[in-house]
């Protein structure tokens, strides 16, 4: 089937801007702060870890109210606040830092607070996003985000990594703060027209000028996706596959810097080049679709997806086990960015706009507490049984996520056959 090339529009090139900017910022201070921590505050392994887990945890308790909070108001300036929160916050390590006044929990303050406004930002932009494109423009969109998301995971971490050994860890810090300020100048470019005053449709007492949350609302977004026969597997196969392979990746660095004796450029080669594999699979996603059907492509790439990390117990020393890590991520990588898009367009497809940025925060909350728990419980795993063995256990659980994939056809399919845009 032909696939037709047509633009979205130009409030979705101004928020697709925005996103760009934000990813490139963020990448490039791809562990920036455990870098800080370590180098300038001369802290310890467990301080690092607790850094990591403890950012994700909180962050993420901090934003359970944040979800239906986000609902009932227009999205735009949510996630205009929430960018210059998020800049504001890293601005205060250079600030800081220049002082003489930088410490470990300034560091771990700032990490929630980030964390807190990313959940944020993602519910509300979700939710601006169904409301911007039509429904037949969704996978197209999800798409693009895709292809921006690898592209600046490609590029971000070696640029990045370039600048802190040339001007230290701090000055990456300061480079995503402005990208956050970027960002929040992208979306007030967009203009307001795009973005409705949201209503309460489920009961007339809740409006825009009465923000009080009645206790239901906090459960809403779980209620929603715990309810719903097509959500419900999708949500559990989604934050079981992130959280097992987030779990590992501590584990696969200290077996490849630590033990078999990769340099650090090395490893961040491993990981960089098959991120080219996320743009084939972005770009592969709307034709698949097109062809083949969206619960189909959903199926058969969730499962993939999940035959690959099993291989990275098998890493050894030399060029050939520094292939094997690269082939087994571009396996992983290339699947994810096939399903990726196509997840995220069967997901808004099934939640009612007047629940998207509920429903949205509750699965980045979710998965945020999945990954810092199973983080720290593969840790201790690996304590006791080398990284090896841990890394091979994840990969067997994670042949079984299959079984979760839903099976279902969705209730309310976008068009596959919708003209798209390459």
């Avoid at 934000?22 to 800080?36: E, K, M």
């Avoid at 600030?95 to 509300?124: G, H, K, M, R």
């Avoid at 699979?281 to 097109?290: H, N, T």
């Avoid at 979760?404 to 845009?421: E, G, I, K």
Wanted: hydrophobic fraction near 55%; charged fraction near 15%; include cysteine.
């Amino acid at each position: 089937m032909t696939v037709a090339k047509r633009s979205l529009g130009r409030e979705f090139r101004w928020l697709w801007a925005a996103y760009a900017v934000s990813a490139v910022g963020t990448w490039l201070a791809f562990d920036a702060f455990p870098l800080i921590a370590v180098l300038v505050l001369d802290v310890g392994p467990a301080e690092v870890s607790a850094l990591a887990a403890t950012g994700l945890a909180v962050g993420a308790a901090v934003a359970v109210p944040l979800g239906p909070w986000v609902e009932f108001r227009r999205k735009r300036p949510v996630m205009i606040a929430m960018d210059l929160v998020r800049c504001a916050a890293l601005l205060t390590v250079p600030a800081a830092y220049v002082l003489d006044l930088l410490t470990f929990p300034q560091l771990l303050l700032v990490s929630v607070v980030v964390a807190a406004a990313d959940i944020t930002f993602t519910a509300a932009s979700g939710a601006y996003l169904k409301s911007l494109v039509p429904p037949g423009d969704l996978l197209v969109a999800n798409g693009r985000f895709e292809a921006t998301t690898w592209t600046t995971t490609m590029l971000g971490p070696p640029l990045g990594g370039a600048a802190i050994g040339l001007f230290g860890p701090v000055l990456t810090v300061l480079a995503n703060a402005v990208s956050f300020l970027l960002s929040a100048v992208g979306i007030r470019a967009i203009g307001g027209g795009t973005d409705p005053r949201p209503a309460r449709t489920e009961a007339p007492a809740r409006t825009e000028a009465s923000p009080r949350l009645r206790p239901g609302d906090l459960l809403d977004g779980w209620r929603h996706i715990l309810t719903s026969p097509a959500l419900r597997p999708l949500f559990l196969n989604t934050v079981l596959v992130n959280g097992l392979i987030m779990a590992t990746a501590p584990l696969l660095m200290v077996l490849m810097v630590g033990e078999l004796g990769f340099s650090p450029w090395q490893y961040g080669l491993a990981f960089a080049v098959p991120c080219v594999g996320g743009l084939i699979g972005s770009r592969l996603s709307r034709r698949l679709v097109a062809r083949y059907g969206s619960h189909r492509v959903l199926l058969t790439a969730g499962a993939l997806r999940a035959c690959w990390s099993l291989g990275l117990a098998f890493v050894h020393p030399g060029v050939s086990g520094l292939v094997l890590v690269m082939a087994v991520e571009l396996g992983l990588i290339t699947c994810a960015g096939v399903f990726n898009p196509v997840s995220a367009t069967y997901r808004l497809n099934e939640t009612p706009p007047d629940r998207v940025a509920r429903t949205l925060s509750a699965w980045s909350v979710t998965t945020k507490l999945t990954i810092a728990a199973l983080t720290a419980l593969w840790g201790l795993l690996a304590a006791a049984t080398g990284p090896r063995p841990a890394i091979a256990l994840a990969g067997l659980l994670l042949l079984a996520t299959p079984l979760l994939l839903p099976r279902r056809q969705p209730t309310r399919p976008a068009p596959d056959n919708a003209p798209t845009t390459a």
